[in-house]
């Protein structure tokens, strides 16, 4: 069971503002009903000044409660002030909203954008949210499960600041079936997060903080369930490994050691090294 | 509060409870111990392994160990075989197993076993000619449930064992009996099953306890080493009461049976029926008559699974859906999808599961109270065309 604050229960219950506004100026569109979740958001203005805001949505609780609250929040500001909404700003004020539902703040905000670029398109005045570090193709379709674009996952990773695929995934969906766009999304954090990496270490820095992680985080658990681990080499971010004692001999067990210490090399050290037994 | 999730989990049986009781105050010896005070828990242990070996018709009480759930019972099965039959690496099951199975296979992937998942049609019901095909001489294990836990379908595992054996007698045939346990008879006897699986607390046993029918022929390298407990193969002082649990929940269950597929069954269809004269943007994922008597799985076109389960949690109902919402995952459920369910249906598909404790006053309740729920979210749907076309159709 999801954790859900009081808000969200309160806007699924009673949702606002529901339905479809016929004479709408505006209306943005996101999600789809195969992805499992979609919104419809209308807009009436009043020159430049949200007169009435509308919607309808299928979803999930979080997905109603996005949509619902947007309406609120949008109703009597004036598009200037609506284009700085984030889907932070939405799951803020549902007094937040459990990580793997970001993506439904994520839709709302999807459709508030996607409203106001059919709107200025038409005023030829549409200007691209700014995102540093990206390529020039924010079109391009990343992760083809959710039709998931490279400007939809720089703009969620610039506003949450999301380090890591699976924080990626709760806010787009991206990478949530069949996983194939994993190593395009790791791409996309690694090019965005470049600046901010440390200065790329030494030959010799890796392997002292290789042996360190090893000798204080990952052989003391092993050695709870009476085996051990060795470290035999590092030549580029491959990490080779020797298990001895419980652990050895066995197939299964080795598979899943050998995958605890990835992740936690990973984790510590680098995220591109790779574990292997020798 | 109407309590429909009963493939989830179901409640321990008062009358379960009493009979562990003892065991959990004043019974409390170590079974394996020489004094008389464990005599007791030692007797109450082969009782317990004679009701399951009757639950599960198997001819030995040795044939019968207790696990800690379905899943260890399963892991047990799967891995014990495999790794005292190294040299075959080839390894079948269905594209709708629970993924302590399917889960399973894929780490078994990895360490290099060559795998193939029979499909299942529309209805749920497995692909026979399929499975056929993929077996081989080399083919170490098939693994297939015998009801779905989602839509409640059964295989015929009888059969099924009899194709195995035919095309390759010596390939290892395990069923994962989770969901057919206390729903319809299980009966080892005359079969060429080789290892059945079941966990207690899908049929009023408390949760963390399992057992495993082996064949005498079968053998299993253990998952946990240690003691000789379970004749060696599962060592670890034996949970006393609640295997006691799980051998009284076996014996009830055998009671109940004929009332199970008669009586929850007549609920079930009721249910069923209801729901769908009722919503008319309701179908039936599966339909065949071949299902565990418990078991309804339903789609809702064009409305999300979670917002239905919330606003039926709302008015005290517990149910659960194949949603990926609810789950965390992203995707909809693997067997409804293995089954083809329309996009429309398949984001918005409910599971409804009683027990013999489930009464006709709950069932007419989520009968009546269903269309108004329904009301409240398709009048929040984008799909308003959609819906009303299907209003249509449906009269
Ligand atoms: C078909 C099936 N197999 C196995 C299991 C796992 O049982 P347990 O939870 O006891 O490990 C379940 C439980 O949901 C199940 O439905
Ligand atoms: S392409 Fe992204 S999850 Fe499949
Ligand atoms: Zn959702």
Redesign the interface.
């Known amino acids: 069971m999801w954790e859900y604050s009081d808000k969200v229960l309160d806007h699924y219950r009673n949702p606002r503002n529901v339905g479809k506004i016929d004479d709408a100026d505006i209306v943005g569109e996101a999600g789809s009903l195969a992805c499992g979740d979609s919104l419809k958001l209308y807009i009436k203005l009043d020159g430049n000044i949200i007169k009435d805001a509308k919607f309808q949505t299928f979803g999930c609780g979080s997905a109603v409660a996005s949509s619902s609250i947007l309406t609120e929040m949008i109703i009597g500001k004036t598009l200037e002030e609506v284009k700085k909404i984030t889907n932070k700003d939405i799951a803020d004020a549902l007094g937040g909203l459990p990580q793997e539902k970001m993506h439904c703040s994520v839709m709302g905000q999807e459709a508030l954008e996607d409203a106001l670029k059919k709107y200025y398109k038409e005023e030829d005045e549409w200007e691209e949210l700014e995102l540093t570090g990206s390529s020039d193709n924010h079109d391009k379709v990343i992760c083809t499960c959710f039709n998931v674009t490279e400007g939809q996952i720089l703009e969620a990773v610039k506003i949450n600041g999301l380090k890591t695929v699976e924080e990626v995934t709760n806010y787009t969906k991206a990478g949530g079936a069949c996983g194939r766009c994993k190593g395009a999304i790791k791409n996309i954090l690694d090019e965005y997060w470049k600046n901010e990496t440390p200065v790329e270490l030494t030959p010799t820095q890796k392997i002292l903080k290789i042996s360190k992680v090893i000798d204080q985080q990952i052989s003391p658990q092993l050695q709870k369930d009476g085996g051990d681990i060795e470290l035999i080499d590092v030549e580029g971010n491959t990490v080779k490994v020797k298990l001895t004692g419980m652990c050895s001999g066995c197939k299964n067990a080795s598979m899943t050691i050998k995958n605890f210490v990835e992740s936690v090399l990973k984790d510590k050290v680098d995220s591109r090294l790779e574990v292997e037994q020798v | 509060m109407i309590y429909f999730d009963n493939n989830a989990t179901t409640r321990v049986d008062e009358k379960v409870l009493e009979a562990m009781l003892p065991y959990l105050k004043e019974d409390y010896a170590n079974p394996s111990s020489m004094y008389d005070f464990a005599k007791k828990p030692a007797a109450a242990i082969k009782e317990a392994r004679g009701k399951i070996k009757d639950f599960l018709g198997a001819n030995n009480e040795k044939e019968i160990f207790f696990t800690s759930c379905g899943s260890e019972s399963a892991n047990m099965a799967i891995?014990g075989t495999l790794?005292c039959n190294k040299e075959k690496k080839h390894i079948i099951t269905t594209k709708v197993e629970h993924p302590c199975v399917l889960n399973l296979y894929k780490?078994l992937e990895?360490?290099g076993y060559e795998t193939d998942y029979i499909s299942v049609n529309s209805e749920g019901e497995l692909d026979i000619e399929e499975l056929k095909s993929k077996i081989r001489k080399d083919t170490a294990l098939v693994s297939v449930m015998y009801a779905n836990n989602e839509n409640g379908v059964i295989n015929p595992v009888k059969e099924i064992a009899d194709i195995v054996k035919t095309i390759s007698p010596e390939t290892i045939f395990f069923v994962d009996a989770v969901q057919a346990s206390g729903k319809i008879p299980i009966n080892v006897k005359d079969t060429q099953i080789d290892m059945l699986g079941i966990s207690g607390h899908k049929f009023h046993a408390p949760k963390g306890v399992g057992a495993l029918y082996v064949r005498p022929s079968v053998r299993l390298t253990p998952l946990i080493n240690g003691g000789h407990q379970e004749r060696g193969l599962r060592a670890g002082t034996e949970n006393v009461p609640y295997i006691v649990g799980i051998g009284k929940a076996a014996e009830l269950a055998m009671d109940s049976l004929d009332y199970e597929m008669k009586e929850v069954k007549r609920l079930r269809d009721k249910l069923e029926e209801g729901i769908l004269k009722n919503v008319f943007n309701a179908r039936l994922n599966s339909s065949v008559s071949n299902r565990v008597p418990n078991t309804s799985n339903i789609g809702f076109e064009?409305?999300?699974?979670?917002?239905i389960l919330?606003h039926l949690s709302?008015i005290g109902v517990c149910a659960s859906s194949g949603?990926?919402?609810?789950s965390?995952?992203?995707?909809?459920s693997h067997v409804l999808r293995a089954m083809g369910i329309p996009?429309?249906a398949l984001?918005g598909s409910i599971r409804f599961s009683l027990s013999r404790f489930s009464t006709e006053k709950e069932v007419d309740y989520v009968i009546e109270k269903l269309p108004d729920i329904m009301d409240k979210i398709t009048?929040?749907?984008?799909?308003?065309e959609e819906l009303m076309k299907l209003k249509q159709r449906r009269g």
């Open positions: 891995k790794s780490a990895k360490d064009y409305v999300e699974g979670e917002l919330l709302d949603s990926a919402c609810t965390g995952s992203l995707e909809p996009f429309t984001h009048a929040i749907s984008p799909y308003q």
